[in-house]
T-cell receptor
Framework: GEDVEQSLFLSVREGDSSVINCTYT??????LYWYKQEPGAGLQLLTY?????DMKQDQRLTVLLNKKDKHLSLRIADTQTGDSAIYFC???????????FGTGTRLQVFP | NAGVTQTPKFRILKIGQSMTLQCTQD?????MYWYRQDPGMGLKLIYY???????DKGEVPNGYNVSRSTTEDFPLRLELAAPSQTSVYFC????????????FGSGTRLTVV
């Protein structure tokens, strides 16, 4: 079945870059997403990438997609304390409007 | 725009009690979803709906029921609460999947004791 995997924790120093990784299983996914969840809040869409793209950049965020290895990554440049949150990747399931979410990676930024 | 509104934000239930988690959206989205979030487990799909009058089971539907009588509302019903249903519940909606993804509510934290 579909499964999306992420490491559970990442700790970085303020100002450094963060890289959050994700592997997915459905090679026919049309869209792949990154969501951010701050404490006590719902998930907010950060960015997405269409499956025919290799890379997408949006200000401090860079998404890389390796379709051969079914690997997705999110790089946050110049990480700030406000970036501390849980980050979820999600893949769309072909011919449905369902998303499968990963387990989430808790990013902790320390001064 | 209010987006997706969930009520209540918090609730404590006793084993065997029942309750309804409310979810409403004002974006005229066709698709609505209920997820539960458990620590280290990500989000699991409970039920979803592709339009008024249509609902379908997700990955973990046991112990829950839903209805979709209008486009705006998608309530989730727990009939006989069990401790395993202690979780944070999120409702989400989408027009259709694409570059907008889902819009999430702020969640309901439910504890069953």
């Amino acid at each position: 079945g579909e499964d999306v995997e992420q490491s559970l924790f990442l700790s970085v120093r303020e100002g450094d870059s963060s890289v959050i990784n994700c592997t997915y299983t459905d090679s026919s996914s049309t869209y792949l997403y990154w969501y951010k969840q701050e404490p006590g809040a719902g998930l907010q869409l950060l960015t997405y990438i269409f499956s025919n793209m290799d890379m997408k950049q949006d200000q401090r965020l860079t998404v890389l997609l390796n379709k051969k290895d079914k690997h997705l990554s999110l790089r946050i440049a110049d990480t700030q304390t406000g970036d501390s949150a849980i980050y979820f990747c999600a893949e769309s399931i072909r011919n449905t409007d369902k998303l499968i979410f990963g387990t989430g990676t808790r990013l902790q930024v320390f001064p | 725009n209010a987006g997706v509104t969930q009520t209540p934000k918090f609730r404590i239930l006793k084993i065997g009690q029942s309750m309804t988690l409310q979810c409403t959206q004002d974006m005229n989205h066709n698709y609505m979803y209920w997820y539960r979030q458990d620590p280290g487990m990500g989000l699991k799909l409970i039920y979803y709906s592709v339009g008024a009058g249509i609902t379908d089971k997700g990955e973990v539907p046991n112990g829950y029921n839903v209805s979709r009588s209008t486009t705006e509302d998608f309530p989730l019903r727990l009939e006989l609460a069990a401790p395993s249903q202690t979780s944070v519940y999120f409702c989400a909606s989408s027009y259709s999947l694409g570059n907008d993804g889902y819009t999430f509510g702020s969640g309901t934290r439910l504890t069953v004791v």
